[in-house]
């Protein structure tokens, strides 16, 4: 296996991208999505798409990152556990209980039912508060690391591509229910059909294992193949979308090609992975790099807080323009910025790690 021996660039400027990203998709439902799930009408919903198809590879870069550097955990499952218990679960419980306090502040719940928000913790994230389904999703993928690293370790090329083999099935699996609403043993008594141990975003983190054992170093294929990827897999996310408008009325309808867990969202994911995975500064000393290399370190108390500031900018923009051709990115950015300055101030603090992870 091919080993990182001094701190990648590349890794970084994914983690900025896929943190920027995240909140530039956030930052476009305001412009699409209307009461109960509706599609709204006018042109905006355009220009969602086209700003945002690319961004949906958000989500599963940051799933391969982890990936990249986690798999196969070399440490004790009690030590692997501590530390991510400590840098992403305090955290995200921090701000759990910060949403919470935010949402009655705002006029959105009353103050008892703030409070049982919090007590709901262990069992989802309120409705207000939807991007932390990631934190979940993370955490369960956490949980599977350790199990299935022995098997990394010892697992031929062969076998390890035979996963991803049937994991790319999978994600056409979107595609398959337009035409077979139900395959290979799926019905309503069955929630376990042939497929259902390869789905899912720990293929993400398999392919990055993958990429690291066997694509590390940069490859001459890795430009075209990369841009190959991107343009085939964003003329599908955003060419399905474009043909939904106007003729379908619910956002899910809509949505068929931006899932996460499908294979043209995979195909941009890992195009983008190839391109970016091998740059590096020459300038160690940069100070373009010192805050590309201090928001990937933060990025994760971005992640967690941006909800806030996005709403912020929001209201302030929203009536100043009338089109999301210039909302969308004036919010994006600026919630970006803001958003890596607030805990860049939090992160100053004694036991921030508590806060910011």
Not at 86 to 98: E, G, K, Y
Not at 295 to 316: D, Q
Request: hydrophobic letters at 55%.
């Amino acid at each position: 296996m091919e080993q990182i021996k001094v701190r990648n660039h590349g890794f970084d400027l994914l983690r900025v991208l896929a943190c920027y990203m995240v909140i530039q998709v956030h930052a476009g439902e305001f412009f699409y999505i209307g009461a109960g799930g509706a599609v709204l009408p006018g042109e905006d919903p355009y220009w969602v798409n086209l700003f945002n198809s690319l961004c949906r590879t958000a989500v599963p870069l940051f799933v391969m990152l982890s990936g990249f550097f986690l798999l196969p955990v070399k440490e004790e499952m009690s030590q692997f556990f501590r530390k991510r218990f400590i840098r992403v679960v305090i955290p995200f419980i921090v701000w759990c209980v910060l949403y919470a306090f935010y949402q009655f502040m705002m006029g959105q719940v009353e103050f008892v039912t703030a409070l049982i928000n919090i007590l709901k913790i262990p069992v989802n994230f309120g409705v207000e508060v939807g991007h932390l389904w990631y934190v979940y999703m993370l955490l369960g993928l956490y949980m599977i690391a350790p199990i299935i690293s022995p098997w990394l370790k010892v697992a031929t090329r062969k076998q390890v591509e035979f996963y991803l083999y049937v994991w790319g099935v999978t994600l056409c699996l979107p595609y398959i229910h337009l035409l077979f609403p139900s395959v290979l043993g799926e019905c309503f008594w069955n929630k376990t059909p042939m497929l259902y141990y390869f789905t899912g975003f720990l293929g993400f983190m398999i392919l990055a294992f993958y990429a690291k054992t066997y694509w590390l170093a940069k490859k001459s294929w890795n430009l075209p193949v990369g841009v190959l990827l991107i343009v085939t897999g964003y003329a599908i996310t955003a060419g399905g979308f474009a043909a939904s408008l106007g003729k379908v009325a619910t956002v899910p309808e809509l949505e068929i090609t931006w899932g996460f867990e499908s294979i043209n969202v995979a195909m941009m994911s890992l195009g983008l992975f190839l391109l970016i995975k091998n740059i590096q500064f020459s300038n160690e000393d940069s100070p373009v790099l010192r805050v590309v290399t201090d928001i990937s370190k933060l990025s994760y108390g971005v992640y967690l807080v941006h909800i806030m500031v996005l709403n912020f900018f929001y209201a302030v923009f929203n009536p100043i323009y009338d089109t999301a051709l210039i909302k969308i990115p004036l919010i994006a950015v600026c919630t970006f910025v803001v958003s890596y300055l607030v805990i860049k101030v939090l992160s100053l603090l004694p036991k921030s790690k508590y806060i910011v992870g």
